[in-house]
């Protein structure tokens, strides 16, 4: 298990795998709560980025840091409960589908950002599997 030196779980690293194991397991969930766990990954992936690298990020990557930002405020700004309501389905169609193809893009921008300055490793995602199968 990954430790700090005083013997505690590594802090935003940890929570960070945590927020994704568990967007991956509210795939299907409301579009209302995927936002907020994109919300919550994008903002311990920005804290970690500028903790670990000093703000000094390439321009091109504080600019998909911009775009994340503009988009989940956009998003917060438009959401509509409806298109989080099976009964209103066929009417919310295309505001869910937009809705939905932002978060995709939130989502595969913040994966990119991960990947790229490895804010997490397979060990840590073990760990944060083992620690929910031990709870």
Known sequence: MMRNPNGSKPGLPFLLA?????????VEGSLHGRLNSLSLIYSLTKAITD?????????????IYESINS???ELRN????DIDVSENAHAALFKRTA?????????????????????????????????????
């Open 71 to 73: 988009d989940i405020e």
């Open 51 to 63: 903790t670990k690298h000093k703000g000094q990020l390439e321009d091109a990557d504080k600019k």
């Open 18 to 26: 945590e927020a994704l194991r568990s967007l991956i397991y509210t």
């Open 99 to 135: 809705f939905e193809t932002t978060l995709d893009l939130i989502q595969t921008r913040l994966l990119y950002i991960i990947q790229k300055y490895e804010l997490i490793d397979g060990s840590m995602i073990g760990e944060v599997q083992a620690t929910k199968w031990r709870d």
């Open 78 to 81: 438009t959401y509509e409960p």
